[in-house]
């Protein structure tokens, strides 16, 4: 990425502001419907089967246009990719407020999913952007810990404001926070910044998207944890529904304390999930290591008492952090996703794993109806593990002289998102 005109520390301060607070809104947007199964059961009779394929909706829209929006970000620019995702966003997450039936609402969360997609990475590159090669780091951290902040917040808040007020408010105020963002951003926002000048799709095709498309690392690092984020986001979803069925004495909040438990501790999970990655003699082997033990502990969700699932849930969310601040700081050393092809590797890599789980979202809903919850949490604790093996497929960072080589050409101190959403 090349850097853009210096901008005064006042109007760069304005801007990251503005884009860490849309951050926030957007990933309260994605959590907030976690903590409404209960109202949403008692008012329009949605079952868990089809709580599920509703939160399946929103992350097969999020998972499609991942890619797109990449794409369109290359094209027209990181800002108006980003402003146009939080109109979209922000009109189907109002729109949802006022479903009648569990099918409309699947399909308002399913273009929310969309202008979700359309806005991570061209506003991760703009925020970037408007900090100079050398300075990125610390903004960038903040920014994405943007994402646990404003999910915590969304998980927590939406099933307290769904308990008291109906689901229709929780939904409303996320969205209209959205279109509040998206109509402070043109004055916030510099022009120009994060742009890359590429002129047609057929360029795009062939010196970004091409290359990553035939990956055979990007694509084994994407399936390999694809059941990891799967199961990482079942567990903060469904946790809330979970305990209402399982453990009826519990109160709403103190049912999703512990989902927000998971969430807080991604926070510092991710830089410190950098910081081992980048020393680490195998990056693959450091997600192979939290891969298995974070699968072991989701079987465990259901034989486990309040205090037990604290420290569960606590362990979870700082290794979800590791995680994948690992798993998006290995495309930044791979020659097809550096440099300006990065968010595109990034999309791409996001795209696979978030369409993926959407249908373990649905499944496990299946399951849970069907047989019960313990049934569905060892059928996520199986896909979390299995496709860990396909890790070996990943070329560069096993220690050998190669990557050794390329590390020492490429740039330091690449700091990679926390949780890339």
């Known amino acids: 990425m090349s850097d853009p005109a210096p901008l005064d520390r006042t ?21 907030n419907i976690g903590g409404l ?7 329009i009779g949605v079952t868990t089967f089809e709580f599920g394929v509703v939160l399946g909706a929103f ?16 094209r027209w620019g990181n800002r108006a990719t980003s402003l146009f995702a939080l109109v979209l966003m922000g009109g189907f997450s109002l729109a949802s407020a006022f479903s009648p039936n569990w099918i409309v609402l699947a399909a308002f969360r399913f273009g929310a999913g969309a202008g979700a997609a359309f806005f991570f990475a061209p506003a991760l590159g703009l925020i970037a952007s408007y900090y100079p ?21 969304g998980l ?54 091409a290359p990553i498309f035939r990956s055979r690392s990007i694509w084994a690092l994407a399936l390999a944890v694809s059941g ?28 999703a304390a512990v989902p927000v438990v998971m969430i807080i501790l991604e926070v510092p999970g991710g830089p410190i999930g950098g910081w081992i990655g980048e020393r680490a003699v195998s990056m693959r082997l450091v997600l192979l290591v939290w891969g298995v033990v974070s699968a072991v502990g989701i079987f465990a969700i259901p034989l486990l008492g309040l205090p037990g699932l604290l420290a569960l849930f606590g362990f979870l969310g700082f290794a979800d952090g590791v995680v994948f601040a690992v798993l998006y700081l290995i495309p930044s050393y791979l020659p097809e996703s550096r440099g300006e092809t990065l968010a595109l590797g990034l999309a791409f890599v996001n795209s696979i794993q978030i369409f993926l789980g959407s249908l373990l979202a649905i499944v496990f809903g299946y399951i849970a109806g069907m047989w019960g919850y313990e049934a569905a949490w060892w059928f996520a604790g199986v896909i979390a593990l299995a496709p860990l093996p396909l890790l070996a497929w990943v070329s560069g960072r096993g220690g050998d002289a190669t990557y050794v080589r390329a590390r020492a050409r490429g740039p330091r101190g690449v700091r990679a998102p926390s949780r890339p959403m």
């Open 11 to 31: 109007r760069r301060r304005e801007a990251a502001t503005t884009l860490l607070l849309a951050r926030i809104v957007y990933a309260f947007n994605w959590y």
């Open 228 to 255: 990891l984020w799967a199961a990482y986001y079942v567990a903060a979803q469904y946790f809330i529904a979970f305990a209402s069925a399982v453990h009826p004495g519990w109160s709403v909040a103190v049912a």
């Open 37 to 43: 199964s209960v109202p949403l059961a008692a008012t």
């Open 133 to 153: 090669s050398g300075s990125r780091g610390p903004i960038i951290g903040l920014y994405n810990s943007g994402f646990s902040i404003g999910s915590g917040i």
């Open 156 to 209: 927590f808040g939406g099933a307290l404001i769904g308990a008291s007020y109906g689901w229709p408010l929780a939904l409303a105020v996320g969205g209209i926070g959205l279109l509040v963002m998206a109509a402070i951003g043109p004055f916030t926002l510099p022009r120009g910044a994060g742009r890359v000048a590429l002129p047609s799709f057929r360029r795009l095709w062939n010196d970004a998207a």
């Open 59 to 74: 992350l097969i829209g999020a998972g499609l246009f991942q890619v797109p929006a990449g794409l369109a970000a290359l």
